[in-house]
Each structure stands twice: as structure tokens, then as C-alpha cells.
Nanobody
């Protein structure tokens, strides 16, 4: 299994970025994909997750209404559209894959596969 993130960069506050997570070696029919982030000196934070097989989506409170997660099964890629970016969104963003667990919030899945991360820096 390989997860490769891309799309990070430097953006001004209020701007937008779209992150991509290209997955290989797994099927979105069996795995959920989640985005996490970690800023220096802070704990890892759950950003969003998607269970493509059933369409379940969850967002962390700090990004609700600003970020949108989506998946393209044909491309085996999950996207994170980030709008109205704030300074506090600055972090390394990681995508991760965990086996789907029926009737359970995908934030609670056991995420065992991780990408290398992509840096997002928001300047004010």
C-alpha cells in the first residue's frame, strides 16, 4: 500500500489549496481515507475522513464548513479542498488509510497506512 500526498504549499490567509492523496494497493471499497495534520509542538489533529463505499464523511470542528473531502474511485485519489485558510491551519497534512468498519465513525478507525505528508503554510 502506498499513499502519496501532494498540493501543499504557501498561501495567504483567506486563500485556498487542494490537497490530493493518491492511493495504490488498496480499494476504496474496503478502506476509508482520513486526513490528519500536525503543527510543530502540537498533537496530531483529525481533519476529515471519508468512507467512499457508503458516502460517510466527517470533519473536525476546526475545519467544518471550510474544508471539503471527496474521492475519485476511478483515480483512487482523495482530495481535500481547503478554503478560507487561517494561520492556525499551518501544519503538515497526512493522509491515512484504515479498513472500513461498518456503522462506526471513520475518525475512530485503525489507520495503519500513512503517507509522507505535505506542508501547508498559511501566512497572514
Amino acid at each position: 500500500v502506498q499513499l502519496v500526498e501532494s498540493g501543499g504549499g504557501l498561501v495567504q490567509a483567506g486563500g485556498s489549496l487542494r490537497l490530493s492523496c493518491a492511493a495504490s494497493g488498496l480499494s476504496f471499497d474496503d478502506y476509508a481515507i482520513a486526513w490528519f495534520r500536525q503543527a510543530p509542538g502540537k498533537e496530531r489533529e483529525r481533519v476529515s475522513c471519508i468512507v467512499s463505499s457508503v458516502g460517510d464523511i466527517y470533519y473536525g470542528e476546526s475545519v467544518e464548513g471550510r474544508f471539503t473531502i471527496s474521492s475519485d474511485k476511478a483515480e483512487n485519489t482523495v482530495y481535500l479542498q481547503m478554503n478560507s485558510l487561517k494561520d492556525e491551519d499551518t501544519a503538515v497534512y497526512y493522509c491515512s488509510a484504515g479498513e472500513e468498519e461498518a456503522l462506526r465513525n471513520c475518525f475512530l478507525y485503525d489507520y495503519v497506512f500513512w503517507g509522507q505528508g505535505t506542508q501547508v503554510t498559511v501566512s497572514s
